[in-house]
């Protein structure tokens, strides 16, 4: 079962909403009473040019916006607003141009601030917007608005319409992205809004920006819950290029081991040495998967090694008793496995099958060395799984700090390891202190 994550989209949605509400209120600007009449021209005295003025409304809506205004202003603060709600209708209505329209959505904002009416609020914005009268520099803002109250309305093709539209209109906020993926998810369009999500964090990673880990790990999760592999595997190695605390890793690794069905212990191995050496070896659930792919008959000395550190870490007590069978028999094992890989070094191994079984025996005592060549011979002889074999003899040379000899054996895996070799790649970088390159 996939342990990592929380709640990520309850939390998303909680600061959506609270930031939604701050910025609606700081946004507009809009104070009642100053909405911007100008003197309509039906009023202006005879044989007097009329001055340029910002607005002009017609008689018509002035006489419908008054009695508003005026309800408005009667209502004390945090008080009843229905009777205001219930005369916007015809003010609305009223609206014969386009500066009518425009203040119709000022005041239509302004009352749905008040009584927190997120329709209120969007039918106000939407009209600001299609009166065409809103200022250039404030298009993108509000159509970002209208995008998220649409969506908390489950309304997600408006939403995603809106979206699109602050986007084009220049409009950047890191929320931004995530909404347009919500918008997707919400509409059980899940394919649909992982491609998005994964699209846009690649962009910003390969143009040297910062992708935040909410995104991804709102990503990861959904692509976990629809049991999306391919997405899993590509948020994954996002998740911890970008991002690569220990948990992150914990939480990539987990979602590409659950969901690459395939995998036999041999590559549940290979995925616990790269969560043991990332930090991501955190739960006592994950050591236990470590130590049965390892085999303390077989690998006693890396099981050994594996439960003191992750006694040292804090992972398990020092003699937790669900381990005390395990480490007592590698413990029986382990000279004698030490004396079998002193033993393997000097050999020449006539087949690739029993180089490959030098190899991991070697590895497992930590004579790096040893291992790659015997990996080399196991592939120049052929009759194994060379992705394995390339994928050991990685880890080997970054075990040494060859870490650009490793990243080109990562390179060179195929098949269902190349998820698995791709996340060693990204770690022998941040190992080696470089960024990860853009996926």
Do not use: C
């Amino acid at each position: 079962m996939f342990r990592a994550f929380h709640s990520a989209r309850m939390s998303y949605r909680t600061r959506m909403t609270s930031r939604l509400a701050l910025a609606l209120a700081l946004a507009t600007g809009v104070a009642v009473g100053v909405a911007g009449f100008a003197e309509p021209a039906y009023a202006q005295k005879k044989g007097k040019e009329p001055k340029e003025a910002k607005v002009q409304n017609s008689k018509g809506f002035v006489a419908a916006y008054e009695p508003v205004e005026k309800a408005f202003k009667a209502v004390a603060e945090g008080g009843d607003y229905s009777a205001v709600k219930a005369q916007l209708p015809a003010m609305i209505a009223a609206a014969e141009n386009a500066d009518d329209k425009f203040v119709a959505g000022q005041m239509t904002l302004v009352v749905g601030n008040k009584a927190t009416d997120p329709l209120l609020q969007r039918q106000g914005l939407e009209l600001m917007l299609g009166s065409g009268k809103a200022a250039p520099e404030q298009v993108g803002q509000f159509q970002y608005f209208v995008g998220n109250l649409a969506y908390q309305a489950k309304d997600y093709a408006a939403a995603r319409t809106a979206l699109e539209a602050a986007v084009a209109a220049g409009y950047a906020d890191d929320q931004l992205p995530a909404l347009m993926a919500e918008s997707y998810f919400g509409a059980n369009a899940t394919n649909e809004g992982l491609t998005y999500l994964t699209k846009v964090a690649h962009e910003r990673q390969a143009a040297g920006q910062a992708v935040p880990e909410s995104w991804l790990l709102r990503g990861l999760q959904v692509a976990y819950q629809a049991k999306n592999a391919t997405a899993s595997n590509d948020l994954a190695a996002l998740l911890v290029s970008t991002n690569p605390t220990p948990k992150n890793w914990q939480a990539a690794l987990q979602v590409v081991r659950e969901l690459n069905s395939t995998w036999t212990s041999e590559e549940i191995l290979d995925l616990s040495r790269l969560m043991m050496a990332s930090g991501g070896m955190q739960r006592d659930y994950d050591l236990a998967e470590y130590v049965e792919a390892a085999d303390p008959r077989k690998l006693s000395n890396e099981v050994l090694s594996a439960l003191d550190a992750s006694a040292k870490a804090g992972v398990i007590p020092a003699n937790a008793p669900r381990f005390a069978d395990v480490r007592q028999v590698a413990q029986d094992r382990a000279a004698a496995d030490r004396a079998d890989a002193a033993k393997a070094k000097g050999s020449a191994p006539a087949t690739g099958t029993a180089a490959l079984g030098n190899g991991d025996l070697l590895l497992s005592v930590g004579d790096y060395a040893g291992a790659e060549a015997m990996y080399q011979a196991a592939i120049d002889k052929g009759g194994v799984d060379t992705n394995r074999a390339l994928t050991r003899k990685g880890i080997a040379q970054l075990q040494q700090g060859k870490a650009a000899e490793a990243k080109a054996s990562f390179a060179q895996v195929q098949g269902a390891r190349a998820p698995l070799a791709n996340l060693w790649s990204i770690y022998a970088d941040k190992k080696n202190g470089a960024a990860a390159p853009a996926a």
